[in-house]
């Protein structure tokens, strides 16, 4: 036992890099290539090595073609993962705002998919505010069949800030509305939104991270000015405390951040075990069993 970190479960992903009681379910993972980008645990085989070394039991992913590019050809790298590993992955269908005219028609198409949860939205990637217009036929028929939203979501951002993810938790009471990136560096206001809204939950990608993403070329790039440094040590702590460990959920961007990396930060958090099996798969767990992955033959 590591004398500084009396959690059975930190024990456990120490000496062996998971834990059988505490086994993960990462609700914010791609899938496939990223222009521009070398990701050495993109290949289909060395992400499964790198899910599975550290007790992932479910993926829920999109591939980055389908929010960077070709929306369906994308979707469609998506539906192949999801075929490839049924019992790993769970799919985010992507619908871009940028194409409304075809916006109806991708919601349509979403219904002859497999193993699919939910959609999973970039305001900032296609510069178009997650509470415009455009986004409501999504976002009206994920609350008619209760489907889980994953959004990127950025502190400060004219697309997608928290104050943003407010405004469509109120009219959409049906969505599990997932921040990703909990609005980073603007956490102080996701935690509210996640305490005040029961369908709304916190999402932990590169949350943990100490990043300057003011250096990013596009996407998270609403210039984030975190207090003293670019340090976020504490959060964890903080959305437990203020927002409760059942409206927090595990995520990575992988294949973008290690689920050790991420795993390490929740077994050294300031917090029991209970909330951490509650964030590591229990919120998930919850998520899942409210929506049925469609099922199209
Ligand atoms: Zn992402």
Redesign the pocket.
């Given at each position: 036992m590591n004398p500084t970190n009396p959690s059975a479960l930190a024990h456990d992903f120490m000496q062996q890099g998971y834990s059988d009681d505490c086994p993960i379910i990462d609700t914010?993972t791609?899938y496939g290539p990223y222009q521009g980008a070398y990701l050495p645990v993109m290949p289909h085989e060395k992400m499964l090595h790198a899910l599975k070394r550290a007790g992932v039991t479910k993926a829920l992913c999109?591939s980055h073609e389908a929010?960077l590019g070709d929306v369906d050809f994308g979707n469609a790298m998506t539906q192949q993962a999801v075929d490839r590993e049924p019992d790993l992955f769970l799919g985010y269908w992507v619908v871009n705002p940028r194409y409304s005219d075809a916006m109806q028609r991708l919601i349509s198409d979403y219904e002859n998919t497999r193993g699919f949860v939910g959609f999973?939205l970039g305001p900032e990637y296609h510069t178009y505010p997650l509470d415009g217009p455009r986004y409501a036929p999504a976002l009206e028929y994920a609350n008619e069949h209760r489907l889980i939203v994953l959004i990127?979501t950025w502190g400060g951002s004219a697309f997608d800030s928290p104050q943003q993810v407010a405004t469509v938790a109120e009219r959409y009471p049906e969505v599990a509305l997932l921040m990703?990136h909990s609005g980073f560096g603007d956490f102080e206001t996701s935690v509210r939104v996640a305490r005040d809204y029961e369908h709304a939950y916190l999402e932990l990608?590169c949350v943990y991270s100490a990043h300057d993403f003011s250096m990013l070329p596009a996407g998270s790039s609403t210039p984030v000015q975190l207090a003293s440094s670019l340090h976020v040590n504490g959060i964890i702590e903080y959305m437990v405390e203020h927002a409760s460990s059942n409206k927090i959920v595990f995520g990575t961007?992988m294949p973008?951040y290690s689920p050790h990396f991420a795993a390490g930060a929740i077994m050294f958090a300031r917090i029991d075990d209970e909330a951490r099996k509650d964030i590591c798969y229990r919120n998930a767990e919850g998520l899942l069993e409210r929506v049925r992955p469609t099922s199209a033959a």
């Open positions: 914010h791609h999109s929010i999973k990127h990703g990608t961007d973008w």
